[in-house]
């Protein structure tokens, strides 16, 4: 069958990612080799509704897949959430004869493709980009692996610090809604306790483990907060609730922050951002659009958006045991 789709626009949006522009590089050459068009939409849904596009080609990708952040730039766009400023972008696609969107980036940024695809009835396909791997079907997020091994390498120079001078670290990582940052990098640097949105460990459980590190005598602590944990306390008022209830230690915290989304992507991101790209690809020119390219099993699958949108991914319980039974 003639393939009818001759121009795929793409944007980033949301929060950016490392792999984003592994995943740009992907679907920029993707298209070409499958004699589409390819069109950057600069500044996400902002760049649709203004017009900011560019054809590109092969070429336009080149140097990118090793670099952290997004090329064609991300935005949090207020006025594609009104219908006025959806129909501005629709324009926009129209007027520059866009056949296909993909759009890479977090649950908030397929939200807004949804709407805006069953508003124009416009075929869009969501590639899976943020560090908090908290997308439903797909069990990596692009950007992921980079983020949590950035916080690894991180929690393991406080640790130095930390064991010299027998400190307790608070460390806070990025996770409003979701632990798997938090708890993936605080069982791989050895963490003694993980604080999570997802799970209600309790102040006193922390401070009874404390104790309990202090007597079998570890000299030096390591708790990682994911930014969303559930005692609701922020990183500080728990330094100080600690200081508190254990004179002995000597509490300090890092606040991680916006590091944690830069630097380059790591072997992992660069792969997965290459096959999710493809597929997104090969998925808009097979009509397979409204869905989300993911990996299950390590296999590359689709996901209805709306399901995407709306599952909510579990955290991992069996890494909740292993982390308690490592911090004895
Ligand atoms: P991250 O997980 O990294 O924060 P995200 O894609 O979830 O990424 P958001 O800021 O939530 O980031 O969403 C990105 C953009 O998607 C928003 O700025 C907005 O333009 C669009 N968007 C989000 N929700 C809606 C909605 N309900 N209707 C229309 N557009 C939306």
Do not use: W
């Amino acid at each position: 069958m003639k393939n009818q789709i001759k121009k795929i626009a793409l944007l980033t949006s949301g929060g950016d990612a490392p792999g984003m522009n592994a995943s740009i590089r992907s679907v920029v050459r993707a298209c070409v080799f499958h004699n589409i068009i390819p069109v950057g939409v600069y500044k996400g849904y902002d760049g649709l509704i203004e017009g900011r596009f560019e054809e590109m080609n092969a070429r336009s990708v080149k140097g990118i897949i090793n670099k952290g952040g997004t090329i064609l730039k991300t935005a949090r766009s207020e006025k594609f959430k009104s219908k006025a400023g959806r129909y501005e972008a629709y324009k926009s696609i129209k007027e520059n004869k866009i056949d296909g969107l993909i759009v890479i980036g977090g649950d908030g940024t397929f939200t807004g493709g949804l709407i805006f695809s069953e508003e124009n009835k416009f075929p869009v396909i969501g590639i899976p980009a943020t560090i908090d791997n908290d997308i439903f079907g797909t069990s990596h997020t692009i950007g992921f692996d980079s983020a949590t091994n950035t916080v690894m390498n991180a929690i393991d120079k406080i640790r130095d610090t930390a064991s010299s001078h027998n400190r307790l670290f608070f460390v806070e990582v990025m996770g409003r809604d979701a632990g798997h940052i938090a708890l993936n990098t605080g069982v791989a640097g050895g963490a003694e306790e993980i604080l999570i949105p997802e799970e209600n460990l309790g102040l006193d459980r922390l401070i009874q483990s404390l104790k309990r590190s202090e007597k079998t005598g570890k000299s030096s602590s390591i708790v990682v907060v994911a930014e969303g944990d559930k005692t609701g306390e922020n990183v500080f008022h728990l330094k100080e609730y600690v200081e508190k209830h254990l004179s002995n230690y000597d509490a300090r915290v890092a606040v991680l922050g916006h590091m944690q989304r830069g630097g380059t992507p790591t072997c992992f991101d660069r792969v997965l951002a290459s096959r999710l790209g493809v597929y997104a690809v090969e998925s808009m020119i097979s009509k397979k659009d409204g869905n989300m390219v993911g990996l299950q099993n390590n296999k590359v699958v689709l996901t209805p958006l709306k399901k995407a949108i709306k599952g909510v991914t579990k955290i991992n319980k069996e890494l909740l045991k292993v982390s308690d039974i490592m911090s004895i």
